[in-house]
């Protein structure tokens, strides 16, 4: 499995037969060019332009964005119910966490996260690999939140998203904290970015907990 970070929220996941885009966004409004990526698979965590763009996508692909079990080329998606605010929803609406079982290997995507789920969710999402979680704050849990969220998961690998940076709109992102507020929570200097990750289930099997900020494509 590989992992390419499109920027915001949006990842592509590929393995050997498929590709899956997670929350392909509008590029005017997030400031950051989309490229044309082709894929056989989107999610979409909520109907919001910075996380719903599916004109970017090429192909036909199976587009999921509500809660319940999908399968499609040997790629298992798991859809989980939760809110992008902290008054369930009736500020910003619902949002879809997405377990992705591919290779073996388990990812977890949380969309715009706006509060910490119970542990009776925490519990049926089960064992995650790679947790990419926003990190930003204001539209989502801020960098405290998103540690203690990573703490109650367990993953090997934690990546951060949807925070601030020179490349986003700052009209509309000006609020989100960027990410070395996040990796100042976990005591972490500054890392340098990643272009691609490659996985297998043995290279991270027994991996302690570790950040991986991943550069935008």
Not at 111 to 122: N, S
Request: proline residues 4%; aromatic residues 8%; hydrophobic residues 35%.
């Amino acid at each position: 499995m590989t992992l390419k970070y499109l920027g915001h929220s949006s990842f592509l996941i590929k393995t050997k037969g498929a590709g899956l885009v997670t929350d392909p966004y509008d590029s005017k409004m997030v400031g950051i060019h989309f490229p044309k990526t082709e894929a056989n698979i989107v999610t979409i965590s909520h109907h919001h332009k910075d996380h719903d763009s599916l004109d970017q996508i090429k192909g036909e692909p199976l587009i999921i964005d509500w809660p319940g079990e999908f399968e499609k080329m040997n790629i298992r998606i798991y859809g989980y119910q939760s809110y992008h605010d902290k008054n369930q929803g009736q500020e910003r609406g619902e949002n879809i966490l997405y377990k992705i079982e591919a290779e073996n290997i388990t990812v977890l995507h949380c969309g715009d996260l706006g509060i910490i789920p119970d542990q009776k969710l925490i519990d049926e999402i089960g064992d995650v690999d790679i947790l990419l979680v926003p990190v930003g704050g204001f539209f989502t849990i801020n960098a405290e939140e998103a540690k203690e969220f990573a703490h109650m998961i367990e993953p090997s690998i934690i990546i951060p998203m949807h925070y601030n940076s020179k490349l986003l709109n700052q009209e509309t992102f000006k609020n989100l904290t960027s990410v070395d507020e996040f990796l100042n929570k976990f005591g972490v200097e500054k890392k340098e970015p990643v272009d691609v990750l490659s996985f297998k289930k043995e290279d991270i099997v027994n991996e302690e907990e570790k950040i991986i900020v991943m550069k935008i494509v």
